[in-house]
């Protein structure tokens, strides 16, 4: 479970419960310091620009992201499409004919963590947390809409990460930290009675995956680091663990897809390989099998089709995703519908010959098809509104290969103004945004944020520094531990490759990231000064000592993976020397912080003591702090609020406009 997730979608209906976050149940600072000099969020009244002015108004931007619909799934009778869409300022669940039609809005709350179809289509089960704070309650809605109720109300301290729903519909599996508020376990619970019993007492993170058909077994992971997992057969009758997948180098394992007769099922893992592989495990003889491999992570995998008929997957290549179809039946490899360019994702079921497919790309906010692999039918169900903009104006990212210091070849995503958007002759400033994670990847979406900035002029770099994923089990490897500072070096050999290269002002470059990429804003401006003119760091890790020990559950078993056990004493003297907030004294340029007081996953007070130290120094540093959100900005009003202060900083920092 990673860092980064700049905002898992967040509550639906009205709930009680005011805790605010994990961090002040686990030893971290009790609310935040009021005293400090901050701006929030107000009831201002929001202003957008004309439709065409050129460039557009941020506000355009955000909602064209926002209209896009996310995670789109295929109902099991192939008829209908659930989504989630935050076209009224937060997420809620929708759902419309799958062939194409008028959208229904079904939920009507703060927003919607997660959602799944029942077995028979009539209902759905959704979760909620309060403001961000990652501690859901779950709904049952039916598909209609006219009712709904809770099944599970949250719990402070009550992490939750559902698995899977039953074949007869009434069962669901679930991960939950109710025992202690530390360990994941795992339980069944039925939603008609609200009756749950623990199935297995885990230690640290334990995940239910996909239940079997037959309802025997579900699958667990138990997370080896940010980006690698043990994988485990859980049987539900007799709570008997068994561990099928536990190499001695770390692998991952995903994107099950049981097979109708409960025998075997397919996953995506790189256990054996540098690149994730399309495999398939057989329960009866407890072995693994390499159906189809690539030089790119195969990145999903799913059965669809009545008789387990076609074999549909997904490789990540080069940041793009490539569909993949085969015809098990007659052993064809089908030609797929002409998709445009970008990340793909999945949904279909064992009723239908039919697939959802969504597509995010760098032109195409979240839309998605519907394809019958049988007749070869292909419908434009969803396309999201570009809420005014000239999509002609969109700038397609340049994949970039470089070498760095001791020879590891980096990759990062180039976007370049043209010269309409560029105020002056010179050449334009470039802003560095930093992916969080560190085990996330930079890929061709479409990002609101990039696009407006380069339409006003500046160039954008998307870094996958290493320990980035994508790019093969080894190189997510390399900033383990120790080699931390390796990939914030790789940000300076970056902007240096840039330098060289000739299309940017390298001088005038600013570095941006949230999460994780907040940590690493803090930690190259101050471990490499001289190289970035400004930096924004939104709710970043300060000090690793702190993030590590009050790190939510579900991120305290990663971590001694990624970051070293804290408990260790050689660990926490390698953090107290290493943590940005012991090296503030040395950032000495602009820098933007922002923070969510509902935050879960990184306490507040980690900025409130960068913004402290560099305002004692005489450094600007700019706070901004949000009253309900948590690890990231969900709310339509807050991004709004949020990203025309971050664009009028950069732009003032950078010279783009004149200071006032």
């Known amino acids: 479970m990673s860092r980064l997730l700049m905002g898992v979608l967040a509550g639906a209906t009205a709930m009680s419960v005011s805790f605010a976050g994990w961090a002040q149940t686990a030893g ?3 609310g935040y310091d009021e005293s400090l000099e901050a701006i929030s969020p107000t009831d201002e009244a929001v202003s957008i620009g004309l ?11 955000l909602l064209a992201a926002n209209g896009a619909a996310g995670g789109a799934q295929l109902s099991p009778d192939g008829s209908q499409a659930a989504f989630r869409w935050s076209i009224t300022g937060e997420p809620q669940l929708w759902i419309m004919p799958a062939e194409g039609g008028q959208p229904t809005r079904l939920t009507y709350g703060n927003g919607v963590t997660f959602f799944r179809w029942s077995p028979d289509g009539q209902s759905l089960i959704y ?13 049952r809605i039916s598909a209609d809409g006219l009712t709904e109720r809770q099944v599970f109300p949250a719990e402070a301290g009550d992490f939750r990460v559902f698995g899977d729903f039953g074949a007869d519909g009434e069962t669901i599996v679930f991960a939950s930290t109710a025992r202690n508020n530390l360990d994941f376990d795992i339980y069944a619970a039925n939603l008609e009675t609200g009756d749950r019993q623990m199935i297995y007492e885990g230690s640290f993170a334990n995940y239910p995956g996909a239940m079997s058909p037959d309802g025997r077994y579900v699958t667990v992971s138990q997370s080896r680091g940010e980006d690698s997992d043990d994988l485990a057969l859980l049987n539900l009758a007799t709570g008997e663990f068994t561990q099928i997948s536990a190499p001695e180098r770390r692998a991952a394992h995903g994107s099950i897809a049981w097979q109708d007769d409960s025998s075997s099922f397919y996953l995506v893992s790189n256990r054996d390989h540098e690149y994730s592989a399309l495999m398939k495990f057989d329960v009866w003889t407890n072995s693994f099998s390499v159906i189809e491999t690539a030089e790119h992570d195969i990145e999903s995998v799913d059965l669809c089709g009545a008789d387990d008929r076609y074999l549909v997957w997904t490789v990540n290549e080069g940041g793009y995703s490539r569909l993949h179809t085969r015809d098990l039946e007659t052993g064809e490899t089908l030609d797929t519908p002409a998709l445009a360019e970008g990340v793909y994702g999945v949904s279909c079921t064992d009723q239908s010959s039919r697939i959802l497919i969504n597509v995010n790309g760098w032109r195409t906010p979240g839309g998605f098809q519907l394809w019958d692999m049988q007749t070869g039918a292909v419908f434009d169900t969803f396309s999201a509104s570009m809420a005014g903009l000239d999509a002609d104006r969109l700038v397609r990212p340049e994949d970039v290969r470089i070498t760095a210091r001791d020879g590891v070849e980096l990759q990062g995503l180039l976007y370049l103004p043209d010269d309409s958007s560029r105020p002056s002759d010179g050449l334009p400033p470039v802003v560095f945004f930093v992916h969080g994670g560190p085990t996330a990847q930079s890929r061709p979406t479409f990002d609101a944020v990039v696009q407006y900035h380069v339409d006003r002029g500046m160039a954008v770099f998307e870094p996958n520094v290493r320990g980035s994923t994508g790019f093969g089990h080894t190189y997510v490897t390399l900033d383990d531990r120790e080699n931390r500072l390796e990939s914030i070096a790789d940000l300076v050999d970056m902007l240096n490759w840039l330098a060289e ?8 470059a600013a570095v941006v990231g949230g999460s994780y990429g907040g940590y690493a804003v803090n930690a190259v401006l101050a471990n490499f000064p001289g190289h970035f003119a400004a930096g924004a760091s939104l709710y970043g890790v300060a000090d690793w000592v702190t993030a590590l020990d009050i790190a939510s559950p579900g991120l305290k078993a990663s971590d001694r993976i990624e970051y070293g056990d804290i408990t260790e004493q050689r660990w926490r003297d390698y953090y107290t020397e290493n943590s940005p907030i012991r090296q ?3 950032i000495n340029v602009p820098v933007l912080y922002s923070h969510g007081v509902m935050d879960p996953r990184i306490d507040i007070y980690e900025t409130e003591v960068m913004v402290r130290t560099l305002r004692e120094n005489g450094v600007r540093a700019d706070f901004i702090r949000i009253p309900d959100e948590g690890h990231g900005w969900r709310k339509l009003s807050n991004q709004l609020f949020y990203y025309r202060r971050q664009a009028e900083f950069l732009e003032e920092v950078l010279g783009l406009v004149d200071a006032d």
């Not at 439709?51 to 931007?61: C, L, Q, S």
């Not at 979760?127 to 709904?139: I, S, T, V």
């Not at 290269?501 to 005038?508: F, I, K, N, S, T």
Request: zero cysteines; charged letters at 35%.
């Open 584 to 586: 503030a004294d040395q």
């Open 51 to 61: 439709a065409g002015e050129d460039p557009a108004d941020i506000a355009r931007y």
């Open 127 to 139: 979760g909620a947390d309060n403001d961000g704070n990652e501690q859901e309650a779950y709904y």
């Open 501 to 508: 290269d000739g299309r940017v002002d390298a001088e005038r």
């Open 28 to 30: 971290g600072q009790s």
